[in-house]
């Protein structure tokens, strides 16, 4: 089992920075691939980054590439999504999400991952 709580989200206008963290409890944090994932209201969620075991490998979402780093810290079992020059179509709620029978693969689907957190609100005013 994996636990996950992810902080962070808030209000901000076009332009702006936010970082949001994710915490991960259960199981050894650095045996497993992290992702982020966000769904604006009436649309799926949709992926945005994710990460290999050692941070070594990540990918992005077209969308957020130069804009958006992900990266984690193993020794405390969280991972970070840094968010720059944030635009309104960024607006929704992101969350963080666990692939468990995965270290270095990395998996752009939702179906693909086990665990998730309750998700944080990202809104962004033009």
């Known amino acids: 089992q994996v636990q996950l709580v992810e902080s962070g989200g808030g209000l901000v206008q076009a332009g702006a920075s936010l970082r949001l963290s994710c915490a991960a409890s259960?199981?050894?944090?650095?045996?497993?691939?992290m992702g982020w994932f966000r769904q604006a209201p009436g649309k799926e969620r949709e992926f945005v980054a994710g990460i290999g075991w050692s941070g070594g490998n990540v990918d992005y979402a077209d969308s957020v590439k130069g804009r958006f780093t992900i990266s984690r810290d193993n020794a405390k079992n969280t991972v970070y999504l840094q968010m720059s020059s944030l635009r309104p179509e960024d607006t929704a709620v992101y969350y963080c999400?666990?692939?468990?029978?995965?270290?270095?693969?990395?998996?752009?689907?939702?179906?693909?991952?086990?665990?998730w957190g309750q998700g944080t609100q990202v809104t962004v005013s033009s």
């Open positions: 259960g199981r050894t944090f650095s045996s497993y691939v």
């Open positions: 999400a666990a692939d468990v029978h995965n270290r270095f693969r990395l998996a752009f689907h939702a179906g693909e991952y086990d665990y």
